[in-house]
């Protein structure tokens, strides 16, 4: 079907039409010329009238130029160029010949370029539902992953049916879940293991600790004595003679006891007083029986850290402690030259909240790993996906690492600018369309996709939680029980023969 015809200077990247009738953005369409088929993807229109392309006033005058000139519409549009169909979508050599015949891409050419070896199937085109979009899985787990979304753009679904798809190739997925929305998820590819917010001091290093127990990095008094007493208490787990499972309480325990001494520092008091500030918030996160963390990860399994019960300062803390003893296991695996060994504990962590555990424009502990992680993590067979509602939070090195984007319905301007400049696959054209994104559409771009695509995401076929709550039906339920339990408790009051 013949949508438009080429008109003015062509270019290798782009080229605009001039057409009778009305195509979609985000449609795909094929040029024929100098023996090639190149594929490209409509990314604006506009709509236009001759006649009424003057500085007219008069609404009246308008009104009736536009019943006689009715005939005088155009639409204009704009191609992306992809690439030649025949030649694995390189981009030609030469730009398309003016009066070109612009025609809509045939099924089985949209097919073949949605088949992918290790098919992650996302849903369908958006304007043409009977075409499935499969996207290749190596990529996301290798080069990263972000989706991206204003709340209620569908962004839980999406992640929701991508964890379901790694499942079917029992990739073990961890999950940093922030709200509790799928510690009781069901998946149809896999189960859920949900791993429990606790950490074995022995795996921790000082500068975790010392964050919890908020010694600046100026105090350095305060910080050799607490230095001193983390390494004895270590110790004292290492030996297995400390007295208590709690491992601020043997750090207290050592401190109350120097500070004893006759003509002791000052200062010990002060860093005891910390820690048992401390104590009172974030004990219940150490555990010296449990191992370390990281052995509790299954494949094939959804592995959750439910995060939904402490607050930022333990999820930086937990966060950063698993990123870095993820990539220093996977560091020494490499050194051993055994590649079975690396792949084996290779890991896709998705980061919910990822303007909290990586924000843009302070520092933190988890900051500091995932984008480590970003940087470092493809080397050693660890992925990373981080998933926001508010991109311009996230912080910009970190976006700006991942090669893969699903980017559903964005209406803020910043959060549209801070993803076009961590992002060099995302023309102006494609941002101008994130806010007529409908519920469930996305931009999908990356090395995961031959092509940029608008894809409708299917919808999750297991069960998590997450949704929003139906507030009105639960208060319209709740006044009619009350009103039945009144009428039931004055009926038990007239059957025991009182009256009002």
Not at 203 to 232: C, P, T
Not at 326 to 342: C, F, I, M, P, V
Request: aromatic residues 6%.
């Amino acid at each position: 079907m013949v949508v438009g015809i080429c008109y003015g200077e062509t270019s290798l990247t782009e080229i605009t039409f001039i057409s009778d009738k009305m195509p979609k953005v985000g449609e795909y369409v094929t040029m024929e010329y100098d023996g090639k088929k190149v594929l490209g993807m409509i990314e604006n229109l506009i709509r236009g009238n001759d006649s009424l392309n003057v500085d007219i006033n008069d609404f009246k005058a308008i009104q009736k130029i536009s019943r006689i000139g009715a005939d005088d519409n155009y639409i204009k549009g704009k191609v992306k160029i992809l690439g030649d169909v025949n030649d694995n979508l390189r981009l030609p050599r030469t730009p398309v010949l003016p009066g070109t015949e612009i025609r809509l891409a045939d099924k089985e050419v949209l097919n073949e370029i949605f088949k992918v070896k290790n098919p992650i199937k996302l849903g369908s085109l958006v304007n043409q539902s009977d075409v499935d979009v499969n996207v290749e899985a190596n990529p996301i787990l290798s080069r990263h992953l972000a989706i991206l979304a204003m709340t209620g753009a569908g962004k839980s679904n999406t992640v929701s049916v991508l964890i379901d798809q790694l499942l079917g190739y029992n990739v073990p997925v961890f999950v940093f879940d922030m709200h509790g929305e799928y510690k009781d998820a069901e998946f149809p590819n896999g189960e859920v293991n949900v791993i429990k917010p606790k950490i074995n001091p022995q795996y921790m290093d000082i500068y975790e600790i010392k964050k919890l127990v908020h010694i600046g990095g100026n105090s350095f008094i305060q910080e050799r004595h607490f230095r001193r007493a983390f390494k004895e208490a270590k110790k004292m787990l290492s030996d297995g003679v400390a007295p208590s499972n709690n491992f601020l309480q043997i750090m207290y325990d050592i401190l109350e006891k120097d500070s004893q001494v006759e003509g002791s520092d000052k200062q010990i008091v002060d860093v005891m007083n910390k820690i048992d500030d401390s104590m009172d918030r974030y004990s219940n996160i150490f555990d010296k029986d449990i191992g370390n963390i990281l052995s509790n990860i299954k494949k094939a399994h959804v592995n959750v850290l439910d995060l939904s019960q402490v607050d930022e300062y333990v999820a930086s803390v937990l966060v950063s402690h698993i990123l870095r003893n993820s990539l220093q296991r996977s560091k020494n695996l490499a050194h051993t030259g055994n590649k079975e060994d690396l792949l084996n504990n290779s890991v896709f962590f998705i980061l919910e909240e990822a303007h909290i555990l990586a924000p843009n424009k302070r520092d933190s502990e988890s900051k500091r790993w995932i984008q480590r992680i970003a940087r470092e993590g493809r080397k050693f067979g660890l992925g990373l996906c981080l998933v926001s509602q508010s991109p311009k939070t996230v912080d910009h090195d970190a976006l700006s690492q991942m090669n893969n984007m699903i980017i559903l319905r964005l209406v803020e301007p910043e959060d549209q600018r801070h993803v076009q400049s961590a992002s060099e696959s995302l023309s102006q054209d494609l941002i101008n369309q994130l806010p007529s994104l409908n519920v469930g559409e996305a931009i999908v771009l990356g090395l995961m996709s031959k092509v940029p695509t608008l894809v409708k995401i299917d919808m999750f076929k297991g069960r998590r939680h997450g949704d929003d709550m139906d507030i009105i039906s639960y208060f319209k339920e709740s006044v009619k029980k009350e009103e039945e339990d009144l009428k039931q408790k004055e009926q038990e009051t007239l059957d025991m023969g009182y009256d009002y």
